[in-house]
């Protein structure tokens, strides 16, 4: 007889609750420094695999994902509208993502925690804008690889994605070597989110243990401040769009969206999405073929829930090691959010492969991300629901650009 699997999702949910549980008891009878000493060494384990694989990761997920888009010469203005539409509607969400996030700081719902002696938080210090972007380009790309400077890792796959389209037949060799590389990394990244509920149990045991159960009261507070962001971007960014643009009314763009929104927000996967958000551009009057193309890119590369989640997970997860984002850290934010939705949204675990890839550049200590791993689920179901809506969006304000492009034309 086959014995019925539990999926992940429900084993880190099964992880979290036992980590409170344990984490509460080390708390009451005064054992906290049990977690300590034996089972955060086997969450810190977990947390050094995440910075392992983050920067092969993103860097051969965002070749693959430019070298796959070169029919964009084929489909011409529809590929420019739709990923600049996808790009500009996530660089929003990072700012409606930081302004929420800096609200909840500034009423102080956000913790400062005392996580452990000698711990030692990085503290980078504001650069101007000229020196930002002098420290985007790498002078070394190995060395880039090894302090794990995330803007340099994207800028480094731009360079070589696009290199490899130039080289078009004779870069044959080198898109294989990509791709087969990328499919490797991601089957290693599957290896390590398994090991999931793992890293949950003993980091939530910990940080329930040496904290308090206050800590999960700040939790919920997270969770309300990114659902927040995105019910907020979805009315201002989305239907507004969708009316500017598309000439839609909001009400029915989000009655039409309606199932695909749902279906989204319970599968936590926008590729699952797929056929049931084409039906619904269908049914909002978007082009078959232009849905074709933008609905399956979107669910690759747009990735403004994530956005939002990583934006407001920073700056929570940076309030509680006690360091104080300045504007051009939150700038820094925006550009690295923006650059890297060209490639890793297809990759399993992409929202805490991103949220690593942020609070590295930062300069914070990525083991604080088990701190709200355990409810990534919650943050899952909201973010990839936007995006699907996002997807359909896109796909509506494209087809009319188009529309009125092919009537001017026929004048």
């Not at 102080?108 to 000698?118: A, D, H, K, R």
């Not at 083991?367 to 699907?388: A, K, P, Q, W």
Request: charged letters at 10%.
């Amino acid at each position: 007889m086959n014995k019925r699997k539990i999926s992940l999702p429900m084993q880190i949910l099964i992880a979290l609750i036992l980590g409170v549980a344990v984490g509460l008891l080390c708390f009451f009878t005064g054992t906290a420094d049990f977690t300590t000493n034996y089972l955060k060494p086997f969450g810190t384990i977990f947390v050094n695999l995440l910075k392992f694989i983050v920067v092969p990761v993103v860097l051969l997920s965002m070749i693959d994902g430019i070298i796959s888009m070169d029919d964009m010469k084929k489909v011409g203005s529809v590929g420019v509208k739709t990923v600049a539409y996808f790009l500009v509607t996530t660089a929003i969400a990072c700012v409606i993502g930081l302004v929420f996030a800096n609200i909840f700081n500034s009423a102080g719902l956000f913790p400062t925690l005392s996580l452990e002696e000698g711990a030692v938080w990085e503290k980078a210090t504001s650069a101007n804008f000229m020196d930002t972007l002098v420290g985007i380009f790498p002078s070394n790309m190995w060395d880039a690889f090894v302090k794990a400077n995330m803007l340099q890792v994207i800028v480094i796959a731009l360079f070589f994605g696009g290199a490899i389209l130039a080289a078009g037949e004779k870069g044959r060799l080198c898109r294989d070597i990509v791709s087969s590389f990328n499919e490797v990394i991601s089957r290693l990244m599957e290896f390590i989110i398994s090991l999931s509920p793992i890293g949950v149990f003993t980091m939530m045991a910990w940080v329930v243990a040496t904290q308090g159960a206050e800590i999960l009261g700040h939790l919920a507070l997270v969770l309300l401040c990114a659902y927040l962001g995105y019910i907020v971007h979805a009315v201002l960014v989305y239907s507004l769009s969708a009316q500017v643009f598309a000439g839609m009314n909001p009400i029915r763009f989000f009655k039409g969206a309606a199932a695909a929104m749902i279906f989204a927000f319970t599968s936590t996967s926008s590729a699952a999405t797929l056929p049931v958000s084409k039906e619904c551009a269908a049914e909002l009057g978007a082009d078959d073929d232009i849905s074709a193309f933008v609905l399956p890119l979107g669910s690759t590369i747009n990735m403004d829930g994530t956005a939002i989640y990583q934006c407001v997970a920073t700056v929570f997860l940076a309030t509680c090691a006690g360091v104080h984002l300045t504007m051009g850290q939150m700038v820094t934010i925006v550009v690295t959010a923006t650059l890297a939705s060209i490639g890793t949204a297809g990759v399993s675990g992409a929202g805490m492969i991103m949220l690593a890839m942020v609070l590295t550049a930062m300069g914070i200590d990525v083991n604080l991300i088990m701190i709200i791993y355990g409810v990534d689920r919650l943050f899952d179901m909201g973010r990839t629901c936007l995006n699907v809506t996002g997807d359909i969006s896109c796909a509506l304000c494209v087809s009319k650009w188009e529309q009125d492009k092919a009537k001017k034309n026929a004048k």
